[in-house]
């Protein structure tokens, strides 16, 4: 048997160490305390959440709120900002960075700008206590084009339920037209040049602790309870 020699010892415990190391971060992870993430330093800022994290409950849950907005939508600037450093995107507004990134092979650009529009747009329109209708110009487009506000919710739902994986259903309005759309990822009208009035996120973190797999469930809650409608409206284009 070959005699291990000092150095050796020394670098084959070093080598178990750094092995062991993940493992000891990874069982730390999965009991996460719901701190904040840093703030992002860099231009692109998160804008802050219109409401109390407990405020869209028993809809949407605290937790989920917390971690939805604090962790996940919160990720996105600090990913952008660090991996725009030192290049044009640096300098560009949010929306404008969608679409030019949406041209560039690396996709890190255009997944973290998209998710960080998206969920600013999500966060936006919804309301505590939303009006149950949308009023006006709005409803009558929905009702010209959906028939009711009732088929329009119901297509909403039955829409999210085929979105694979990570993405988002929108109501979106193109030209004198409303549409609803199923986007991948960080995709969203604005890489089609549509207006985005309304999109929900169904990526399982935004409501999994709430309602397990019943996306249904929880699209529908959302539309019956805690849209704000005013808002929506404000983002129809003449
Ligand atoms: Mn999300």
Redesign the pocket.
Known sequence: MPKINRRAFVATAAAAATLATPYIREAQAQTPPPTPAPPATGPFKQPPLPFAETALAPVIGARTVAL?YSR??ASYYTNLNNITKDTPYASMALPQLVVEANKDKDRRFFNNAG?AW??ER?WEMLTPGGAKSPENRLLELISVTFGSLDELKNKIVASSGTVFG?GWTWLAQDGGKLEIMNTSGGDGPLTSGKTALFGI?V?E??YYLDYENRRPDHVKAVLDNIINWNVVASRLQA
Do not use: P, R, T, V
């Open positions: 939805h996940h939508h998710q998206n969920h999500y990570s996120d990526w973190h935004a």
